[in-house]
C-alpha cells in the first residue's frame, strides 16, 4: 500500500466482543469509499481474544493491519502508536466502540478535500445516548478547556477525527509524553472544519473509560495546556499571607490590651492552616516537576509488539511473538 489515501486508526482494549460489530460497518464504508485505504488497529495490551480475532479478520481483509503493544499503555499511547504508524495521505482515528459511527468518515473526506482543509473534527450534536452523569461531566470538561486553553477548542469532539499528511507529520515531531488529541491538535492552527453527528450506544462490551480516567485525563489536559495550577497555588499562598498578617494584627492588639490568650488554640490553627497550604502548593509543584523528571527519562510511552503490515515484520517475527497463554489463546 504505497499508494494509501487513507489510514483509519482503531485504539482497542479488550474489545474482542464489539470487533465482529466494528468490521461489520466499518469496511463497508471503506470499500465505498473507492480509495486505497488501510485499517490500523492498534491492540493496546488487551487481556482478552482482541488481538486474535483481529489477526482473524486480517486474513480475509487485507486492508486490516494490526499493531500489537508489549503492554497496556493507555488509549493516547495506543493512538500515538497509529498515527506513528499510519501511512495514507489522511488519517482518522475513531474509538472501537462504534459510539461514534464510521458512516461519517465519507462525510469528513469530501469536507476536507473539497475544502482544503487538514482537520476535520467529528462533533457530537447529540449524546441522548449517554448517561446524565456522563453527558454533564463531559459538558463540564469542555467549558473548562475552553477556558484554559482557548476558544479554538471544539466543544463536544473526542478523538474522532480527519488529520492530513501534514497534521500527522507535525504531531510526530512533538516532544509531548502525555498527548492529549483534542487539544493538541486545535493548539496547532491548521484549517479545521466539524461534521456533526449523534453519538449512539456502545456496541457491544463494557466502557473502557471510568470516572477515574476521565478524571486522569481532565488532570492531564489541565496539566500539558495550561499553568492554572501553579496559579491556584500562588493564590493559595496570598491569602495565607494575608490570614498571617490579620493574626499578626490580632496579637498585637490583644497584647496592648492586656487580655491573656490561649496561646495553644491559636497557634494551632495557624499552623494547620499554613500547613495545609504549603501542603497544596508542594503537591502542585510536585506534579509539574514530575513531568519534567519524565520529560529527562525520554522513556518510551510504548512498545510494538509486532506490526502485521507486509514489509515491516517478517512471518517469522510474526510467529516468534505470541499472546502469553495466561492471558489470551495463541494466535492461530
Not at 479554538?152 to 502525555?178: H, I, M, N, T, Y
Not at 491559636?266 to 494547620?272: G, R, W
Request: some cysteine; glycine content about 8%; hydrophobic content about 45%.
Amino acid at each position: 500500500m504505497e499508494n494509501t489515501v487513507l489510514s483509519v486508526v482503531v485504539p482497542m482494549y479488550d474489545e474482542e466482543a464489539v470487533i465482529p460489530a466494528l468490521v461489520a460497518r466499518l469496511r463497508p464504508v471503506l470499500d465505498g469509499l473507492g480509495v486505497d485505504y488501510e485499517v490500523v488497529a492498534v491492540d493496546d495490551g488487551s487481556a482478552d481474544r482482541t488481538a486474535n480475532l483481529l489477526f482473524e479478520h486480517g486474513r480475509t481483509w487485507p486492508e486490516l493491519r494490526l499493531v500489537r503493544l508489549r503492554r497496556n499503555s493507555g488509549h493516547q499511547a495506543a493512538l500515538t502508536a497509529g498515527l506513528q504508524r499510519a501511512r495514507g495521505d489522511w488519517v482518522v482515528s475513531i474509538d472501537a466502540d462504534l459510539q461514534d459511527p464510521p458512516e461519517a468518515i465519507a462525510e469528513m473526506l469530501r469536507v476536507a478535500r473539497e475544502q482544503g482543509l487538514d482537520v476535520v473534527y467529528g462533533v457530537r450534536s447529540d449524546r441522548s445516548t449517554d448517561s446524565a452523569f456522563k453527558r454533564h461531566t463531559a459538558g463540564a470538561y469542555y467549558r473548562l478547556m475552553r477556558r484554559l486553553v482557548g476558544g479554538d477548542v471544539p466543544a463536544q469532539a473526542g478523538d474522532f477525527r480527519l488529520l492530513s499528511r501534514d497534521v500527522v507529520e507535525v504531531l510526530k515531531k512533538l516532544p509531548e509524553r502525555a498527548p492529549v488529541y483534542r487539544l493538541l491538535v486545535p493548539s496547532l492552527g491548521f484549517a479545521s472544519a466539524e461534521v456533526a453527528y449523534a453519538r449512539e450506544r456502545r456496541a457491544a462490551g463494557e466502557t473502557k473509560y471510568p470516572l477515574r480516567r476521565m478524571v486522569a485525563l481532565a488532570w492531564d489536559s489541565t496539566a500539558n495546556f495550561s499553568a492554572a495550577p501553579l496559579r491556584i497555588a500562588t493564590w493559595l499562598g496570598g491569602l495565607a499571607f494575608v490570614a498571617c498578617l490579620a493574626l499578626m494584627v490580632f496579637g498585637v492588639v490583644v497584647w496592648a490590651n492586656g487580655t491573656v490568650i490561649p496561646g495553644w488554640t491559636s497557634l494551632f490553627l495557624a499552623v494547620l492552616l499554613l500547613s495545609a497550604v504549603q501542603l497544596i502548593c508542594l503537591g502542585l509543584l510536585g506534579e509539574y516537576v514530575a513531568r519534567i523528571y519524565r520529560t529527562v527519562q525520554d522513556r518510551p510511552t510504548f512498545h510494538i509488539g509486532f506490526d502485521s503490515a507486509a514489509g515491516e515484520a517478517g512471518t517469522d517475527e510474526v510467529r516468534s511473538v505470541e499472546i502469553p497463554q495466561q492471558r489470551a489463546a495463541a494466535l492461530p
